[in-house]
């Protein structure tokens, strides 16, 4: 069974930060990039970024370019996101995804459709 499962969600102030942890199983690891999304209230899904499990390649939103940073640990089939100067305007439900590798990362892997598979989601609340 696939399963991307998040943690590290949480409440902090503004300014402050989180790491987010992505958890995949159930499929081969290196055979996919895994990417970040978020979606708040009446929004739609943004991609944030995304990296590749074969070559490190990594993309970002401008949104959050400079601030967050993504990292793979490929034994441990786990990517992260540290988010760093968080504001309230980060405040969103965090999903990670699982994109197949043949895409190169880039503004092509920000698009939530191209990913097979998702995560449940965890909650981000920056408050300000």
Same mark, same amino acid.
């Given at each position: 069974?696939?399963?991307?499962?998040? @943690?590290? #969600?949480?409440?902090?102030?503004?300014?402050?930060?989180?790491?987010?942890?992505?958890?995949?199983?159930?499929? &081969?690891?290196?055979?996919?990039? +895994?990417?970040?999304?978020?979606?708040?209230?009446?929004?739609?899904?943004?991609? +944030? @970024?995304? +990296?590749?499990?074969? =070559? #490190? @390649?990594?993309?970002?939103?401008?949104?959050?370019? #400079?601030?967050? &940073?993504?990292?793979?640990?490929?034994?441990?089939?786990?990517?992260?996101?540290?988010?760093? @100067?968080?504001? %309230?305007? =980060?405040?969103?439900?965090?999903?990670?995804?699982?994109? %197949?590798?043949?895409?190169?990362? #880039?503004?092509? &892997?920000?698009? %939530?459709?191209?990913?097979?598979?998702?995560?449940?989601?965890?909650?981000? &609340?920056?408050?300000?």
């Amino acid at each position: 069974e696939v399963q991307l499962v998040e @943690s590290g #969600g949480g409440l902090v102030q503004a300014g402050g930060s989180l790491r987010l942890s992505c958890a995949a199983s159930g499929f &081969t690891f290196d055979d996919y990039h +895994i990417g970040w999304f978020r979606q708040a209230p009446g929004k739609e899904r943004e991609g +944030i @970024s995304c +990296i590749s499990s074969s =070559d #490190g @390649s990594t993309v970002y939103a401008d949104s959050v370019k #400079g601030r967050f &940073t993504i990292a793979s640990d490929n034994a441990k089939s786990t990517v992260y996101l540290q988010m760093n @100067s968080l504001k %309230p305007e =980060d405040t969103a439900v965090y999903y990670c995804a699982a994109a %197949p590798v043949w895409i190169v990362v #880039g503004s092509l &892997t920000m698009i %939530p459709s191209i990913y097979d598979y998702w995560g449940q989601g965890a909650q981000v &609340t920056v408050s300000s």
